[in-house]
């Protein structure tokens, strides 16, 4: 598989590990059918990426070959984003005793890593993905803060993310730094 590729089913597991872990706080007439359409989006982009699906498309493959390297600044951008999570789960769980702002946590880094992302792969469209999913992480953080209703705190920073990384990488779009960049210059599709 491609760069690309892997990281649409990087993307896509992501998305079904948010929607399966916090659906489970959803009515159960709403929660299955979210959670069986969230593991066939996940099926449908793991088996069309292993099959080069997006036909014809473009990928920004590793230097010399279509290997799945992502290189340095990708994996800086994890270090940061595990970091991150680590030091906030401590306090959330050691010092604020607040284990329902945990969601909102996760979602509001996982969104943040995604400005990192948009930089190290130049690809500007991850901005607007980064800033959905760490609103509704800090979203999340608010609602907890004010004692909201748990099913509330896991909808808005929980299963709406995992739409939103689903969504992402279901939905045709350029695969190309070069592509993106021509499109914000010149402000249509390339």
């Avoid at 789960?89 to 329902?100: D, G």
């Avoid at 800033?131 to 609602?143: E, F, K, N, P, T």
Wanted: proline share 6%; hydrophobic share 55%.
């Amino acid at each position: 598989m491609t760069k690309d590729q892997t990281g649409r089913v990087i993307g896509a597991a992501f998305g079904l590990v948010f929607i399966q872990a916090n659906a489970v706080a959803l009515p159960t007439a709403v929660a299955a059918p979210l959670r069986l359409l969230s593991l066939a989006a996940f099926l449908w982009v793991a088996v069309l990426g292993r099959r080069g699906g997006q036909a014809g498309q473009a990928s920004p493959a590793a230097p010399g070959g279509s290997g799945t390297r992502f290189g340095r600044r990708y994996w800086y951008v994890v270090a940061v984003e595990v970091a991150g999570l680590a030091a906030g789960l401590f306090v959330i769980a050691r010092v604020l005793h607040a284990p329902e702002a945990t969601v909102g946590w996760i979602a509001f880094v996982v969104g943040v890593h995604f400005f990192g992302l948009a930089v190290a792969w130049r690809r500007p469209a991850l901005h607007v993905l980064g800033a959905s999913i760490a609103a509704c992480g800090a979203a999340g953080l608010v609602l907890a803060a004010f004692d909201a209703p748990v099913v509330a705190i896991r909808t808005v920073a929980g299963v709406l993310p995992g739409v939103l990384l689903l969504a992402s990488v279901l939905r045709p779009g350029r695969t190309t730094p070069a592509a993106a960049t021509s499109e914000v210059r010149s402000g249509t599709p390339a």
